[in-house]
């Protein structure tokens, strides 16, 4: 590749890393970012990617390393800089994905806030989440800067997969370029903050099975495809709900996904309009909750 287009790219990466750095997706020297270096030949394969030590939000087109498909620093650096250690995620996605041409990995603080609880972050609520970034891989927890870490989840990677949220760390979004995978950074943070706004109103309508099946239709049609379209009308696209639902104080109900014998996934048609976060089930606790607050005023009114 001319130095001249190597340049612009390394010039790009720090673009968006002053993005990330500004939106408050990585603090100090947290966070990495890469891209994959187009025209290398088979075996020959380079990747860019951010300085260990550094803020994402001042580097220099100087400061980018360069590293072949091992992780090994193959370019002396005009400054002198370490590559980052954990390289190695993003390197073990290029090798899974040849699709992937770039690799955010961050620390956003919505996200990051589900990673901390352990708690899966939720589908079946949100129509942009669904089309852009799908199913959420979730890994558990893994020593930084160590094989471990992408070991911990990149047998879950699909075809489809696009965003990995790693236990008590942090997050990682891939795509075929840098723009995307950034934009998937923004609205995997987005979503997240919007579930803790709905959480703090007591209250997240979950869309039902034949809602999800359509929604995953339309995501197909603009050219994402999701391999839980298959079983959408089973009932098995939201199974990973029942964590953040309970979170809100509703019982789940007590039937199981036929086809993976997993937590409960709503088989049955939610009714239309339900008043609970589950659409269904929850009817009990929201009547108990309007006769509570109808209670309250009574009595201040007698007062």
Not at 94 to 110: G, M
Not at 124 to 150: D, M, N, Q
Not at 251 to 265: E, K, L, M, R
Request: charged residues 20%; hydrophobic residues 35%.
């Amino acid at each position: 590749m001319p130095q001249a287009s190597l340049w612009q790219l390394k010039k790009e990466m720090c673009e968006y890393g002053k993005r990330i750095w500004q939106r408050g997706f990585c603090a100090g020297n947290e966070g990495n970012h890469s891209v994959r270096v187009p025209g290398c030949r088979p075996g020959q394969e380079r990747f860019l990617c951010t300085p260990t030590g550094i803020s994402k939000g001042f580097l220099d087109p100087a400061d980018i390393c360069v590293v072949d498909i091992d992780g090994n620093q193959v370019e002396r650096n005009a400054k002198g800089r370490k590559r980052s250690s954990e390289v190695l995620i993003h390197l073990a996605i290029y090798k899974k994905r040849p699709d992937v041409n770039a690799v955010i990995h961050s620390h956003p603080p919505h996200a990051v806030a589900f990673c901390l609880a352990g708690m899966e972050v939720p589908h079946s609520i949100h129509p942009e989440a669904e089309v852009f970034l799908g199913k959420i891989v979730h890994a558990a927890y893994a020593a930084p800067g160590t094989p471990a870490l992408p070991a911990s989840f990149i047998d879950k990677l699909t075809e489809q997969s696009n965003t990995v949220l790693m236990g008590n760390h942090g997050s990682i979004n891939f795509a075929d370029t840098m723009e995307i995978a950034y934009y998937r950074l923004e609205i995997l943070d987005n979503y997240c903050k919007q579930l803790l706004l709905a959480r703090g109103l007591g209250n997240v309508n979950v869309l039902d099975k034949g809602q999800m099946s359509e929604l995953l239709e339309i995501k197909e049609r603009f050219g994402f495809p999701d391999e839980r379209k298959e079983c959408a009308l089973d009932g098995c696209v939201g199974t990973e709900d029942q964590p953040f639902l309970t979170s809100f104080g509703v019982q789940p109900a007590s039937a199981q996904c036929a086809c993976d014998g997993g937590p409960v996934c709503g088989c049955d048609e939610k009714p239309s309009g339900g008043s609970g976060p589950s659409g269904g089930g929850g009817d009990a606790s929201f009547e108990l909750l309007v006769q509570t607050i109808t209670d309250q005023i009574m009595a201040g009114l007698k007062a």
